[in-house]
């Protein structure tokens, strides 16, 4: 019904449309209808295939496709360039820009401008999808990217943002691409409900960006879901990594970042759900590890990271570092190997945890010993490093290690805790 | 009297002594504890599954080995009466082992599969997984008592016997692993894992470990190694391989028994 | 020699590494005898009954049953029936469930028990315990369903392993009853034991075996009248010592 009247509505405002404009601009390419507005204006463009030469607004506009406007290109040049603040450009269909290695040729391109708004557009076998650089406090919402590639060197971003600041990014579907977003020195923007799936590389990519936001964002089956290297202050809250499989694959890679939060995230059937180097003062808590190779991989280099209130379920390994010593640390906890019992019942096992058991460390040194996994030599191994550590780190324990996990299982939502600490 | 059915007799006899054995009772009970209590305090999980599936491959070649070899040292001077029955050799160790093996094998299908019926498992999805479980528990079993078969014929000293199936277990367990683990150790920095891969078909109880992985807990071959790994056992080809051998342990020690008892003098 | 002696044996040779046990064996059973062999500990009297048997190869020589080389296939033992020392029966097993086997290995119909069973099972006084499992059976009763077993099938052959081992005086007696019947009836008895009396009451014919070969074979009379000895044991103390002379 709701489809049925929306067409109607369609129908009737095209109607109009056709009505009220001179008839002379039937037949007119977009950059025409264009280069013919004045600032301000907003430009409706009827259904129809558009090939033409790539369009470029120079004056703020509102330029809106309707239902089946599709920019077509000849593959060889980019389609759109938004070269002026204050530009919308909303319910396009984008289509066919090929790769090159000369430049990053996109389909839409918004160079130095800020407050555009990019809305409800789809691009389609594209090489860069949406390409900011130099933008400032533009809205990318609600846009579907896909794309296909063969591997990681044969494709482009789906969002690439170079060198901008307080942008918008949401409700946008990406799939296919090299990185689903990159953000490159861009700082302070928010990345929020986007669904990042099958990229080449990383589902969202931050290098250099400081101060930026990600919540609620799902990455699935990407190479790697997220990588943050080199940036400050960013918030990770709510997001879902999943299905980061193969040959060094993460969930998320941390590099090199200081000050972050990572809180209320779900990580499950990662090859490693969390990797990280040189990151320092981070937060962690309230995400759920379930069904990964490894939950955490914590480099030497990683120091005063406090890791609460997470759940770790049924990863091969919980936590490995080729660190003889603790850095960082663990409280609260919920491990499900964790034998340990709570005799004053106050929902916190009265033994300390060790995540770290000598197998991970012997796996860390030789992958290979992955053939022994559940062997029960391994176990017989394990049970002695815990009883006697000699090669595992010995600080590196969870000392109030929870009786139960935080967040269900199946739900992922957070289970209220009768007994809270 | 055709041979088959003498052996057929044999079973038959063979199996009535056995239903009403408190052994089998017991070595029921044993499995229906352990899946009982591990899906009772887990569920579906695949930590409980995973757990079933440790205690599996270490309690099934246990005791395959020492109540095999145990029976046949407790019940020599009835084979030895048997032997002077109007029956072919072959025959008779048919019979006397399939009437061993398979109320073994019955025996613990049934232990695992009672609780995964009534926690509801097959309809969770998880029927591969439990016929993959009973498949090498069997193939296990019938290794285990073929080994057991041939140190009980072999070795008239029943300490001897049973102490060499205990060793044969610690050392296909755990010593063999070991020596992996030295391997690895020592060799890590070369490609070796096609030839941890041969090294596994040496193994029974690792093989059959894989094997499982492959259907449980896939997510712990992680990386080149799990690449490769995967592209073995998660291929036809590879399959056939790892089945074929693992056959091949059940149908030598058992030949190599046939033979013993063929050729012994009691 | 008549080629359809009972048990004919040939030139029999069997060693266990450096230990010659049976060391040229020639030897006849024939029908409607009851054959005792004796001979020290070790003196290969077990040996050679396995041999009969087919538990045990000889290294050479040859075993004929009815005029038939036991090597020529199992259904020799359908004409033997055996006692051995040691009774031991699967424990949660019959000694009806036995009797139904024996008749199922040696292909008889099994329509119950016949006559003979009847008379066998009444003499063991056995009715009461045929149906209770061997478990719960102590080890005389499971000595005489041993018995029954190796008779039921009225074989041409006898091969008793100690007989009256832990049977009462009453069984025993019994037992010796039916022995010496199925001997009478033409059956070719062989016999070893250590209780010297049994062997006195029952043998026709003694076979002295040592250090695996026959020093001795004749009738029971022939030997008291060789070493001047009326009880067997002394008689065969004789022996041992003329050997050792």
């Known amino acids: 019904m709701l489809a049925r009247r929306t067409h109607i509505t369609l129908c009737s405002l095209l109607l109009m449309i056709i009505a009220w404009v001179p008839a002379h601009v039937h037949g007119q390419s977009i950059g025409e209808r264009v280069a013919a507005s004045s600032p301000g204006d907003i430009v409706t463009i009827e259904a129809g295939v558009y090939t033409e030469a790539p369009i470029i607004i120079q004056h703020p506009l509102t330029l809106i496709g309707e239902t089946g406007a599709i920019i077509r290109g000849a593959g060889d040049h980019e389609l759109l360039v938004v070269d002026a603040d204050s530009v919308t450009i909303q319910g396009f269909q984008f289509e066919r820009v090929d790769k090159t290695f000369l430049e990053d040729r996109a389909a839409l391109r918004i160079a130095g401008a800020s407050h555009c708004r990019i809305l409800d557009n789809t691009f389609d076998d594209v090489f860069f999808g949406i390409y900011m650089a130099k933008a400032h406090a533009c809205a990318i919402e609600g846009n579907t990217l896909s794309t296909t590639i063969e591997n990681e060197t044969s494709g482009g971003n789906a969002i690439h943002s170079w060198y901008s600041t307080d942008l918008f990014i949401q409700n946008n579907t990406i799939d296919g691409f090299r990185d689903g977003i990159y953000l490159e020195f861009t700082d302070d923007s928010v990345v929020q409900n986007n669904v990042s799936t099958e990229n080449h590389r990383y589902g969202l990519h931050f290098m250099f960006s400081d101060r930026c936001a990600y919540r609620n964002n799902r990455f699935v089956d990407n190479r790697a879901g997220v990588a943050v290297m080199y940036a400050d202050g960013i918030l990770m809250h709510d997001n879902e990594f999943t299905r980061a499989w193969g040959t060094s694959a993460y969930g998320l890679l941390l590099k090199e970042i200081r000050d972050g939060e990572l809180i209320g995230n779900r990580f499950s059937e990662n090859t490693t759900a969390v990797f990280m180097e040189a990151t320092d003062r981070m937060q962690i808590e309230h995400n759920q590890f379930a069904n990964n190779g490894w939950a955490l991989r914590i480099m030497a280099n990683a120091i005063d990271n406090t890791f609460t209130a997470n759940d770790f379920v049924g990863n091969t390994f919980d936590v490995a570092t080729n660190s003889r010593s603790a850095p960082s640390s663990f409280a609260g906890n919920y491990w499900d190997r964790y034998a340990g019992y709570d005799l004053d019942a106050d929902g916190v096992g009265d033994v300390p945890f060790r995540p770290v058991t000598l197998f991970s460390l012997i796996a860390e040194r030789h992958e290979s010993a992955l053939f022994l996994y559940r062997s029960v030599l391994v176990d017989v191994l394990n049970a002695a490093e815990r009883i006697m550590p000699a090669m595992t780190p010995v600080d590196l324990v969870d000392a109030e290690p929870l009786m139960a996990p935080t967040i269900d299982p199946d739900q992922g939502t957070p289970i209220s805790q009768t007994v809270l600490r | 009297m055709k041979s088959s059915s003498s052996t057929l007799r044999i079973i038959q006899f063979q199996f009535q002594d056995a239903l009403s054995s408190r052994w089998l009772l017991v070595h029921t009970l044993i499995y229906l504890l352990i899946a009982e209590g591990l899906l009772m305090s887990s569920g579906f999980t695949d930590k409980a599954l995973v757990s079933l599936v440790n205690v599996v491959l270490l309690l099934v070649p246990l005791v395959a080995l020492l109540f095999g070899v145990i029976h046949q040292y407790t019940n020599r001077d009835y084979t030895i009466w048997m032997l002077t029955q109007p029956l072919k050799r072959p025959n008779l160790f048919s019979g006397l082992y399939l009437g061993l093996t398979v109320p073994m094998v019955l025996s613990f299908s049934v232990g695992i599969t009672l609780p995964f019926l009534w926690h509801g498992g097959l309809a969770a999805g998880q029927a591969v997984q439990l016929i993959t479980l009973l498949g090498l528990g069997a193939a296990l079993t019938f290794s285990g008592v073929g080994v057991a078969a041939s140190l009980a014929i072999r070795f008239a000293d029943r300490v001897r016997g049973i102490g060499l199936a205990l060793v044969i277990w610690l050392v296909y367990a755990l010593l063999f692993d070991g020596l992996i683990l030295m391997g690895i150790s020592v060799f890590g920095n070369w490609p070796i894992e096609k030839a941890l891969i041969g090294a596994m078909l040496l193994n029974p109880i690792d093989l059959s470990r894989l094997i499982l992985l492959q259907t449980f807990d896939a997510a712990a071959m992680l990386g080149y190694t799990g690449a490769v790994f995967s592209r073995f056992f998660g291929s036809g080809m590879g399959m056939i391989i790892a089945s074929v051998t693992l056959l091949l342990w059940v149908a030598f020690p058992v030949w190599l028994a046939s033979r013993l008892f063929r050729k012994q003098d009691f | ?245």
């Not at chain 3, 003499?123 to 102590?138: C, G, H, N, Y």
């Not at chain 3, 832990?166 to 070719?188: F, T």
């Open chain 3, 1 to 245: 020699m008549h080629l359809m002696q009972p048990i004919q044996i040939t030139d029999l040779h069997k060693s266990f590494g450096p230990v010659d046990v049976l060391n040229g064996v020639d030897l006849t059973f024939h029908p409607a005898e009851t054959t005792a062999i004796v001979g020290p500990n070790g003196a290969g009297k077990t040996t050679l009954i396995k041999c009969i048997l087919g538990l045990t190869h000889p290294d050479r020589g040859d075993i004929d049953v009815l005029g038939q080389s036991i090597d020529q296939g199992v259904t020799y033992r359908d004409q033997i029936g055996y006692m051995p020392q040691h009774a031991h029966f699967p424990e949660n097993l019959s000694g009806r469930q036995m009797m139904s086997m024996i008749r199922a290995l040696r292909a008889a119909s099994d329509d119950g028990d016949t006559d003979i069973d009847h008379s066998l099972i009444r003499t063991l006084q056995l009715e009461a315990d045929l149906d209770k499992p061997f478990r719960v059976l102590s080890g005389g009763t499971r000595q005489k369903i041993s018995a029954l077993l190796a008779f039921m099938v009225r074989p041409a052959i006898l091969i008793l392993d100690e007989p009256t081992a832990g049977l009462d005086p009453v069984s025993s007696a019994a037992l010796k009853d039916h022995i010496m019947e199925r001997r009478d009836e033409g059956a070719s008895v062989v016999l070893t034991s250590h209780v010297l009396a049994d062997l006195e009451e029952l043998a026709d014919r003694v076979v002295f075996l040592l250090d695996g070969r026959i020093r001795f074979d004749g009738a029971l009379d022939d030997l008291r009248s060789m070493t001047g000895e009326h009880r067997l044991e002394r008689a065969i103390a004789t022996l041992l010592e003329g050997e050792a002379a």
